[in-house]
């Protein structure tokens, strides 16, 4: 069933677990996401970022199929735009009736930041469907240029007159992630993320996931996370099976048969992940 954002970042906030947001750039993905979230009964975040906008053209025909299967899910599924640094295309995902959308400004100075967050803020939070939430980045999370220098840090204090001069739901922090990593050595900073989730009244979320260790992320879970961003991780891992599938069978040409066997990985690495962000 279609959720807000919010609700299920809050929901798992006060049982101490981590909600899972993963990253759709194909429809293959959002249905082998959805399927690990029903085999575990957990909810989940879809994510569709503008990077994957730009390489369908246009947000509408996958949002739509995405917010088809949020709807048809059996357990709680939130669609989320992710890194939008257009307010052009946070006012589409309003239009098209989003559970929550992430403005990125966080490469813009403090002042532009809080005010185009501000101007999202308003423009969602009176959506024609009903209220958007706004997750919003205080703190660059680098490493989408190739360059990973995790040493970026969100101050707990400006992450609270953040939040305050805003109104955001959701607030992703620099805590020591970095973007796009295909190792999972990434050193998270938790006495700082246990800071920043005692400064601020709203869920943080975590950017560069696929960096930090099975162990990392439980910890870092402990310390105060709650949303989980992973994107690189699935992707490697699909690639490998379909790149060891195509290697052992060169004369296949239907899509669907190394399709198939990429999302059948990344259903069971979501599976895994989900259950590992609910530790009992
Ligand atoms: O917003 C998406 C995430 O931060 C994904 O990052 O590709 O490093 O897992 P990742
Ligand atoms: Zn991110």
């Keep these: 069933m279609f959720a807000s954002t919010a609700q299920l970042a809050a929901q798992a906030a006060s049982e101490g677990h981590g909600l899972g947001a993963f990253n759709v750039v194909l429809l293959d993905h959002a249905e082998a996401f959805v399927a690990a979230a029903e085999e575990v009964g957990a909810p989940v975040v879809l994510q569709i970022s503008e990077n994957a906008v730009k390489y369908h053209g246009a947000l509408e025909p996958l949002a739509q199929a995405v917010l088809a299967l949020a709807r048809r899910a059996a357990v709680p599924v939130a669609v989320h735009l992710d890194h939008a640094e257009?307010?052009?295309?946070?006012?589409?995902?309003?239009?098209?009736?989003?559970?929550?959308?992430?403005?990125?400004?966080?490469?813009?100075?403090?002042?532009?930041?809080?005010?185009?967050?501000?101007?999202?803020?308003?423009?969602?939070?009176?959506?024609?469907?009903g209220r958007v939430?706004?997750?919003?980045?205080?703190?660059?999370?680098g490493g989408k240029n190739g360059v990973h220098d995790p040493s970026a840090r969100t101050d707990p204090q400006d992450a609270a007159r953040f939040v305050a001069a805003t109104g955001v739901d959701l607030l992703a922090v620099a805590v020591g992630s970095s973007h796009a990593m295909t190792t999972r050595g990434a050193q998270l900073d938790n006495a700082l993320i246990g800071q920043?989730?005692?400064?601020?009244?709203?869920?943080?979320?975590?950017?560069?996931?696929?960096?930090?260790?099975?162990?990392?992320?439980?910890?870092?879970?402990?310390?105060?996370?709650t949303k989980i961003n992973v994107s690189t991780h699935l992707n490697k891992l699909f690639t490998a099976a379909v790149r060891e599938f195509l290697a052992a069978e060169p004369n296949v040409v239907d899509p669907r048969k190394y399709f198939r066997v990429g999302n059948a990985v990344i259903q069971a690495e979501v599976a895994r992940l989900l259950r590992l962000y609910r530790p009992s």
Aim: net charge negative; hydrophobic share 45%; with cysteine.
């Design 133 to 141: 939430d706004v997750e919003a980045e205080l703190g660059e999370v």
């Design 86 to 129: 257009s307010v052009e295309l946070c006012r589409q995902a309003v239009a098209l009736g989003f559970s929550s959308v992430m403005y990125d400004g966080s490469k813009l100075s403090w002042e532009d930041n809080v005010a185009t967050t501000a101007e999202v803020v308003r423009l969602c939070h009176s959506g024609p469907q």
């Design 196 to 225: 920043i989730a005692a400064a601020v009244p709203v869920p943080l979320v975590l950017h560069g996931s696929s960096g930090v260790s099975d162990d990392g992320m439980v910890a870092a879970i402990k310390a105060g996370m």
